[in-house]
């Protein structure tokens, strides 16, 4: 199976400011169709998970735009450029490329 | 709006049987795979099934291929997941996802494996 390893394991980051995760995959994640299928997924507190970005870097419907996505072949990054309190909970990357789908340990983000 | 409205979760015996059940709206259900994510308690995702949108075409988990079978309906849009001998690191939050891309999550229902 594809490890997906993520880094910080926690970030603690002050209202306003930047946050950055890293996620690393153990093989490729360009498909045969020549996409990447990385996806980031959040979980606030409570709530249930919900894609933020898709394919690498495209944001879903809703999603605001101080989130983003950026990478390719095996290291991703996932940038929030202002943390807002409502961005409190674990972010997971997660691969569809090769088969079983998995996902990253997750990164929980907490306001300092 | 899409919705995904996960149910059939409770307590059962070490070795017992469950059937969840993903009812879907909002959507074009037939045109779309769909799989079963969980996560156990303060943990991390975990792929579990999926199906295709036709449903000849199955995926498992090696955790759980033997034991559970994944299976769908299109005439009434609903996704099952039966679940036998039941283990307890199957004790989880089953959630049901919409697109080989996740593109939506339900709520979840919870199944708990205890004696």
């Known amino acids: 199976d594809v490890v997906m390893t993520q880094s910080p394991l926690s970030l603690a980051v002050t209202l306003g400011q930047p946050a950055s995760i890293s996620c690393r995959s153990s093989?490729?994640?360009?498909?045969?169709?020549?996409?990447?299928?990385l996806n980031w997924i959040q979980q606030r507190p409570g709530q249930s998970p919900r894609r933020l970005i898709y394919?690498?870097?495209n944001r879903d419907s809703g999603v605001p735009d101080r989130f983003s996505g950026s990478g390719s072949g095996t290291d991703f990054t996932l940038k929030i450029s202002r943390v807002e309190a409502e961005d409190v909970g674990v972010y997971f990357c997660?691969?569809?490329?090769?088969?079983?789908?998995?996902f990253g340990g997750g990164t929980k983000v907490e306001i300092k | 709006e899409v919705q995904l409205i996960e149910s059939g979760g409770g307590l059962v015996q070490p070795g017992g049987s469950l059937r969840l059940s993903c009812s879907a709206s909002?959507?074009?259900?037939?045109?779309?795979?769909m799989l079963w994510v969980r996560q156990a308690p303060g943990k991390g995702l975990e792929y579990v099934s999926a199906?295709?949108?036709?449903?000849?075409?199955?995926y498992y988990a090696d955790s759980v291929k033997g034991r559970f079978t994944i299976s769908r309906d299109n005439s009434k849009n609903t996704l099952y997941l039966q679940m036998s001998s039941l283990r307890a690191e199957d004790t989880a939050l089953y959630y049901c996802?919409?697109?080989?891309?996740?593109?939506?999550w339900g709520q979840g229902t919870l199944v708990t494996v205890s004696s």
């Open positions: 909002g959507f074009s259900f037939s045109s779309y795979a």
């Open positions: 996802v919409q697109n080989w891309n996740s593109d939506n």
């Open positions: 394919k690498v870097s």
């Open positions: 199906i295709n949108n036709n449903g000849f075409n199955t």
């Open positions: 997660m691969q569809g490329t090769h088969w079983p789908k998995t």
């Open positions: 093989q490729s994640l360009v498909y045969s169709d020549g996409n990447t299928y």
